[in-house]
């Protein structure tokens, strides 16, 4: 596709269930980004992506959290037993290399998770 | 670790009219690079502006332009004549030259402009 995408849009769902959210980079671009935004905050990093491995994997807050990519393309954000905390838009982005760090890093819609 | 601070939650200008988002930053690094996204609210991250700190010609982009001072340890989006079509939420990000290429993300600016 021409951008990145990501789904679902929304997810509303209830505490202490599992959700997956996932990512489609743009064809070719290696590096994938998984980031965080609460209300009224900025961006919080979750977990760097270099092809099928996660060389940083510091950002993600508990170990309700983990990430996957398969084929060096798509990934899944999984949390389990969503807490009312974990409420917030999830960002994921590409670039084409990490080979430098000015690399632009572009940005799907987000999937804004509401948990009840 | 490095922080960036945005000290602006809401800023407002007059269509046609130039508005200076703030944003300041720590680091202990020598070289990293500095951003600009904006935040429309379709939620799309959209690059306005980058800036190399090795370099100290100031970036500009069109209407877009920073000011930048690295001894001072800031970076500023200055947007001249500007359009509804600005109005959206502006994030100063960081990024290391040497560590894992996330970005380091202020708490935004909320810009609205004014008919």
């Known amino acids: 596709g021409a951008g990145v995408s990501q789904s679902p849009s929304n997810k509303v769902t209830e505490k202490g269930k599992d959700v997956e959210l996932r990512c489609d980079p743009i064809s070719g671009h290696t590096a994938l980004y998984w980031y965080r935004q609460s209300l009224g905050q900025g961006l919080e990093f979750l977990i760097y992506f270099q092809g099928n491995s996660a060389p940083d994997k510091s950002g993600l807050p508990s170990d309700r959290f983990s990430a996957e990519r398969t084929g060096g393309s798509v990934s899944t954000l999984t949390i389990q037993r969503t807490q009312q905390e974990d409420s917030a838009v999830y960002l994921c982005a590409s670039s084409r290399t990490s080979g430098g760090p000015g690399e632009t890093q572009y940005f799907g819609p987000g999937t804004r998770l509401l948990v009840l | 670790a490095q922080t960036v601070t945005q000290s602006q939650p809401e800023m407002s200008v007059q269509e046609a009219e130039t508005v200076t988002l703030s944003c300041t930053y720590d680091?202990?690094?020598?070289?990293?690079?500095l951003f600009w996204y904006k935040q429309p609210p379709s939620r799309q991250m959209i690059l306005v502006i980058r800036?190399?700190?090795?370099?100290?010609q100031n970036a500009t982009e069109n209407r877009f332009s920073v000011n930048f001072q690295k001894a001072a340890k800031s970076f500023s989006l200055k947007i001249s004549d500007s359009q509804l079509g600005d109005a959206a939420m502006y994030f100063c990000?960081?990024?290391?030259?040497?560590?894992?290429?996330?970005?380091?993300f202020g708490t935004g600016t909320r810009l609205q402009v004014f008919p």
């Open positions: 680091t202990s690094e020598s070289d990293y690079y």
């Open positions: 990000a960081y990024r290391s030259a040497r560590s894992s290429d996330k970005l380091i």
């Open positions: 800036q190399e700190a090795y370099k100290q």
